[in-house]
T-cell receptor, first 116, second 113 residues
Framework: GAVVSQHPSRVICKSGTSVKIECRSL??????MFWYRQFPKQSLMLMAT?????????EQGVEKDKFLINHASLTLSTLTVTSAHPEDSSFYIC????????????FGPGTRLTVT | GENVEQHPSTLSVQEGDSAVIKCTYS??????FPWYKQELGKGPQLIID?????GEKKDQRIAVTLNKTAKHFSLHITETQPEDSAVYFC????????????FGTGTSLTVIP
């Protein structure tokens, strides 16, 4: 149980285009999902907290108009990187908090974004 | 806010030996401490966790200890195997429902066959 999927696993896009990343909880409901960004050999950096049915809470320094987050259902959150630039190239990982199960978060496999 | 420090940043051990990774946290309100294993190009996997009402937890070759007074917790891996090679992250969390995790900086563990 507690499986989180992400799609796509890898994506290459051109500068100026937008790309959407999906995060799904496959066998549980997730009232809260988190989006992280990870640079090579570094720790996970929290970008935003996404609660089902409400606006996401963004961490300081993260542009909410550039990184659009939608959490439309208890099993799906999406991150859209708008007007992508090469510096947006990174590993994006989501995690989901298991509703009713105190504290645990389960991570997706990550999405490697490369902006050319 | 919470600050989590993790040491060492890299660790090499011979197969069969034990590995210990240590983390400290700053906020005494933190009450949940998970450990994650991340293999190259993959997302972190929860391997063990401990809550503040427990001092030690063990799952086969993996154990975690927590010292609330000193605000530190450690991951112990015994009888290490090459497949244990990965990056390990500790984290601390305050509260019970969906609160954010504060991650350590990671430890790259290499088990030498």
């Amino acid at each position: 149980g507690a499986v989180v999927s992400q799609h796509p696993s890898r994506v290459i896009c051109k500068s100026g285009t937008s790309v959407k990343i999906e995060c799904r909880s496959l066998d549980f409901q997730a009232t809260t999902m988190f989006w992280y960004r990870q640079f090579p050999k570094q720790s996970l950096m929290l970008m935003a907290t996404s609660n089902e049915g409400s606006k996401a809470t963004y961490e300081q320094g993260v542009e909410k108009d550039k990184f659009l987050i939608n959490h439309a259902s208890l099993t799906l959150s999406t991150l859209t990187v708008t007007s992508a630039h090469p510096e947006d190239s990174s590993f994006y990982i989501c995690s989901a908090h298991v509703a009713g199960l105190a504290s645990e978060q389960y991570f997706g496999p990550g999405t490697r974004l490369t902006v050319t | 806010g919470e600050n989590v420090e993790q040491h060492p940043s890299t660790l090499s051990v011979q197969e069969g030996d034990s590995a210990v990774i240590k983390c400290t946290y700053s906020d005494s309100a933190s009450n949940y401490f998970p450990w994650y294993k991340q293999e190259l190009g993959k997302g972190p996997q929860l391997i063990i966790d401990i809550r503040s009402n427990v001092g030690e937890k063990k799952d086969q070759r993996i154990a975690v200890t927590l010292n609330k007074t000193a605000k530190h917790f450690s991951l112990h891996i015994t009888e290490t195997q090459p497949e244990d090679s990965a990056v390990y992250f500790c984290a601390a969390s305050i509260g019970n429902t969906g609160n954010q995790f504060y991650f350590g900086t990671g430890t790259s563990l290499t088990v030498i066959p």
